[in-house]
């Protein structure tokens, strides 16, 4: 699988239209393309998300923003919306939601957005909206108004956790399908016996 990690934004507007490949709407559920969440979501909308429209998911990833509006990083960087994408390789056998789901939260849990016996950590949602790629999306504002705390290069977990993944669910290996093939013995190249 292949790990990309997007530019931060201040909204979750474009990042959310980027997961569902489409202009969303104020109408229409994305429920079948929504694998995972974090895990007090219940708690706070009561079973709602099953209905949710795009522009509910963006309202929800935006309402930290707007409760905690000069929340900002250590550096000052007041963008908290992070988007991180994980594609099949194109041999990869097609995965089910479940799956999806499971590699959602494995992915949240590796780059720090939801850590085990957090109460107060991160809202996050991951889609499986575009064939073969998952998106996950979150707001680095804490339900505290902290900022969340990412590792310096969250991308190198999330690769190591990409091969663990490709182990498990039998996938291609990243570095394996995208290597050069092996140099051929001398005085025998293509076609030659």
Known sequence: MIAHLWKPSLSAYRPVEEALGRAHTATG????SVVAYWDRLGDHIQGEQRHWAPVDWINHLDGMTFEWPFAADDGGVREPIFHLTATLHPSDRPLGSTEWGDIAHRLAITARLAQPLDELG??????QARPRRLDLLANLIRLDGNWQRLDASPLQGVRRQLRRVELD???VRAHSATSSPPPHPPGRGPGRR
Do not use: N, Y
Request: hydrophobic share 55%; charged share 10%; proline share 0%.
């Open 122 to 127: 991160c809202q996050w949602v991951a889609f």
């Open 29 to 32: 559920s994305v429920h079948d």
């Open 169 to 171: 669910f039998g996938l």
